[in-house]
């Protein structure tokens, strides 16, 4: 019963998941633009075209064209006679003031026989109608031009009009028809009207008032727009058609006139089609062999758009075929299912496939009976061992082995315990096989064994591995070989120096490491090429190998740097001169690629057991020291001793326990004023951290600050510090006092995120104004990546924020710093105003620098001012802004607020101003 039921089921099921799909849109509009080609007919003739094409473009010379030309185009269509004019042509905006007289002089000669376009547009999310100007509009009709362009990217559908405010407004096709509609409602415009029979003429021509062009236009409704594909205006249309916008308001216009507006039918029809078909094949089904029932769907699929075709062209009705074909292709489907013997394809499928795969198989395929003698040989076979079939097919398989030994090693004895027809033999096996031509190779087989007819079968899968073998062998060299210079890499060294540490502990015996770095070899890379920086890599590791390497084992650890492992009594002396006697070797130019290369090397020393008990240990002991020697003495050796890891150890602390301070937020901000010289008055300040450890208290910022701007939590600190401050900035604005902040940047807000839209958000998040927000850049991060801190500060300064060039005169190109970047101001060195009253070059470097900046439009802020004749002395070169002791030592915000921003010191400071 299910059975009989199945190939209509299945056409339910094809429209259902086709119709809530929507997929078959597609087909329906195929379907309606096959009715268009095949229902052609001409325009009747009454709308014409007055095309902006290229040739008026090209002959007028310039766009947009002047309003006085399509007034003299108005004037020149009212002498042709022409019934009614649309121009869509945009005149919402104002132009030129005598043009626009002359255009409204032409309208009013017309007397009311022109239309222009109104559009509707969205702006601010808002859709508004954007109209004709109301001098325009009071002296001729406006009539919207909106085209809806659908989901496949074609227009299809035309408006009668639409509504602004409360008014109906006509659309441009229907005024140019006379259409009394006054409903929003829309038809579908009938491309079978051929778009080539509109009459067309250039508006070059009608403007310039060629006799024959106006004849053309005589008694005509004319629509004036643009054909040119350059000026945009144009739109998809079925049958793969692109048309011009007035062309597309010219063929809705004929739609309305020649009563073609056409509209869709009921979806009841297409419904009570679909229950027609279904209830005729439900009850063909059962009496009609398979061709007939293809015939019958054939029938019906031709009858349908038959039918659909007649309405269209005789009613002006779409009917919406397109579920109606579907549904007969899933009949038509189920048909040639119905015929299919599937198990008998599937078999012969997979018989085939098996014996494509068995054929083409690039393993060897050997099948033996219980005696293992061979009675299966597969071409796969033959390439490996070089035997033809009609060679091997009967001898036993011990032929193939090289030992031509038993096989009872390969083969699983299980004949007596094999109930199923196949299982698995022994495991994977590898032993050593024979060619033809005497060679011996390793080979790997996998052995499966089955019950047959004549007892037990089996079968093995054999693989040439010679060429794995080698591949594991290579990849195992380079696993514990350096590529570039072939010493052992620092993997294998943790292997051998264990080793050597075990030898050494129990002949009580000291082991020696040394840690080897080339000094200045990425400037060798830089000026000569990594390729050059080879070849010195490989002079050098053949040098250590050579002079050293039957002393103990020489490693390549990374990059620059090497290792060297020794037992101590196999030195010949103390550990000093073992790695002088090194430092000696490279003494002797390298020879690198043709040329002779210095090279000078920096040692680590760590000596087993007091500089390390494992060889991790020994390896990171070493590498310190090597560190700390690149750090106080480049080019000679340090030996290892605790103190070194201490003092790493010490750092590592502090970094932890700075990390902790960041959670339990025990950092906080003091503020050190920034005065106005002149006046005394408070205008700034400086937001500088401070860490309240604990237990140790308030922690002096050159213990810490170092350490923070070095380590992963630098971004986190400035961060903090930023947002702090700005809030802080805000609540003293909100208190009614403009105190403008300066924060420190750090380096780190550079390398990582978006510095200047953060500070964006701050801004925004804070409410405080750009303008109290002052920040503070140091050379270290002009340095950084000039390319991309020029991008920042421009877009920072931007935001209105104030960009200062902090410890000016302390570094190495701070003059042209000046030039490169916009900065805003620049803050003299408390270096140079602490002697600036004793030392005269002080003095001088100031004045030059104040001077240097009131050329370059630049505020000034001397740091470091400890008394008042210093701060006489700064005003008197110009200097109108200072900071230091004298004036304040930084402080809690809440002790600023109460020295410097409290009622009574604000009017004491107002009246000393």
């Excluded at 002080?842 to 505020?859: E, K, Y």
């Amino acid at each position: 019963m299910f059975r009989r039921f199945m190939p209509h089921i299945l056409v339910v099921v094809a429209l259902l998941t086709v119709g809530l799909s929507g997929g078959y849109e597609l087909l329906s509009h195929a379907l309606v633009d096959l009715r268009f080609r095949l229902d052609r007919h001409p325009a009747s003739g009454e709308i014409a075209v007055v095309a902006i094409d290229p040739r008026s473009i090209e002959a007028i010379g310039v766009w947009p064209w002047p309003r006085t030309h399509h007034a003299r185009l108005v004037e020149q269509l009212q002498r042709a006679g022409a019934r009614d004019i649309a121009l869509d042509i945009d005149f919402s905006a104002p132009s030129d003031p005598a043009a626009d007289q002359a255009f409204v002089d032409a309208l009013l000669s017309t007397k009311g026989a022109v239309v222009l376009p109104a559009f509707k547009q969205l702006k601010d999310s808002v859709l508004f109608a954007n109209r004709p100007l109301p001098r325009f509009e009071q002296e001729a009709w406006s009539a919207f031009v909106n085209i809806v362009v659908e989901r496949d990217g074609r227009v299809r559908s035309y408006a009668y009009g639409d509504y602004d405010k409360d008014s109906f407004l006509q659309s441009m096709g229907a005024f140019l028809a006379g259409s009394n509609v006054t409903r929003d409602t829309t038809f579908l415009i009938d491309y079978g009207i051929d778009p080539s029979s509109l009459p067309r003429v250039s508006y070059v021509d009608v403007l310039r008032g060629d006799a024959a062009a106006l004849a053309k236009l005589k008694d005509k409704r004319v629509i004036v727009g643009s054909t040119a594909v350059e000026l945009g205006d144009h739109y998809s249309v079925p049958n793969g058609r692109v048309l011009p916008g007035a062309v597309l308001q010219a063929l809705a216009a004929e739609s309305i006139l020649q009563n073609r507006t056409l509209v869709p039918t009921s979806s009841v029809a297409t419904v009570a089609a679909l229950l027609l078909i279904v209830v005729t094949m439900l009850l063909s089904w059962p009496h009609l062999s398979a061709a007939r029932r293809a015939l019958l769907v054939g029938i019906l699929s031709i009858t349908i758009e038959v039918v659909a075709l007649i309405l269209h062209d005789r009613f002006a009705l779409v009917f919406d075929t397109a579920l109606l074909q579907i549904a007969l292709v899933a009949y038509l489907a189920a048909t040639a299912l119905d015929e299919i013997d599937f198990r008998g394809l599937l078999r012969h499928v997979a018989e085939s496939r098996f014996e494509r795969i068995a054929m083409s198989i690039g393993d060897g395929l050997v099948c033996t009976d219980k005696d293992k003698h061979i009675t299966v040989w597969n071409p796969g076979a033959v390439a490996i061992f070089g035997y033809g079939a009609e060679e091997i097919i009967g001898q036993p398989f011990a032929r193939l082995r090289a030992d031509r030994s038993d096989t009872d090693d390969l083969f699983p004895q299980q004949e007596a315990a094999l109930p199923a027809p196949l299982l698995p033999g022994g495991a994977t096996v590898e032993f050593e096989g024979r060619r033809k031509d005497g060679e011996v190779f390793p080979v790997e087989a996998s052995v499966s064994a089955w019950q047959g007819a004549d007892g037990l079968q089996y079968g093995v899968i054999l693989r040439d591995i010679s060429v794995r073998k080698r591949e594991a062998e290579r990849i195992r060299y380079l696993a514990e070989h350096d590529t570039l210079t072939g010493l052992i890499n620092r993997n294998t060294l943790q292997t051998e120096l264990a080793a050597m540490i075990e030898t050494a502990d129990a002949g009580a015996d000291r082991l020696v490491l040394l840690v080897i770095g080339l000094d200045g070899f990425q400037h060798i890379n830089d000026m000569l090429g990594h390729a050059f920086g080879d070849s010195v890599l490989r002079a050098a590791a053949e040098r250590l190998r050579s002079e050293i390497g039957s002393m103990g084992c020489v490693a390549r650890l990374s990059g620059d740097e090497f290792a060297v492992a020794i037992p101590s009594s196999a030195i010949g002396g103390t550990v000093a001169e073992l790695a002088q006697h090194v430092s000696h070797l490279f003494e002797t130019p390298l020879e690198a690629a043709a040329r002779q290369q210095r090279v000078k090397i920096t040692l680590g020393v760590a000596v087993h057991p007091d500089g390390g008990q494992s060889a991790d240990e020994l390896l990171s002991n070493a590498h310190l020291a090597l560190c700390r020697a690149k750090t106080d003495r480049r080019g000679s050796h340090m030996i290892f001793e605790p103190a070194i890891r201490q003092e790493l150890e010490r750092r590592l602390t502090l970094e932890a326990e700075l990390a902790l301070a960041v959670e339990r937020r025990e950092f906080e901000l003091f503020y050190q004023p920034q005065v106005d010289l002149s006046s005394g008055r408070v205008i700034g300040a400086e937001a500088l951290i401070r860490w309240r450890h604990p237990t140790r208290g308030l922690v002096p910022p050159g213990d810490f600050i170092p350490v923070v701007n070095t380590s992963p939590l630098s971004e986190a600190v400035a961060t903090w510090v930023m947002a702090t401050a700005c809030r802080q900035a805000r609540e003293w604005q909100l208190a009614g006092h403009e105190i403008r902040v300066g924060i420190n940047l750090s380096p780190s807000q550079f390398q990582s995120g978006d510095l200047a839209a953060f500070v964006s958000k701050l801004l925004t998040v804070t409410g405080v104004s750009p303008g109290l927000i002052e920040l503070e850049v140091t050379e270290d991060i002009l340095l950084h990546d000039e390319p991309g801190v020029l991008q920042t500060f421009n877009r920072l300064q931007a935001l209105g924020v104030s960009l200062v060039f902090d410890d000016f005169g302390t570094g190495y190109a701070s003059l042209s710093y000046l030039k490169k970047f916009p900065l805003d101001g620049l803050k003299i060195d408390r270096s140079f105003v602490r002697d600036v009253l004793t030392q005269a070059d002080d003095a001088a470097i100031v004045g030059s620098t104040v001077s240097l900046s009131r050329q370059l439009n630049l505020s000034v802020i001397a740091e470091g001012i400890e008394n008042q004749a210093t701060a006489d002395f700064l005003l008197a070169l110009g200097c109108e802004h200072g900071q230091g002791y004298h004036f304040g030592k930084p402080m809690p915000a809440a002790d600023f607020e109460r020295r410097f921003l409290s009622a009574d010191n604000t009017a004491r400071q107002a009246g000393a101003a």
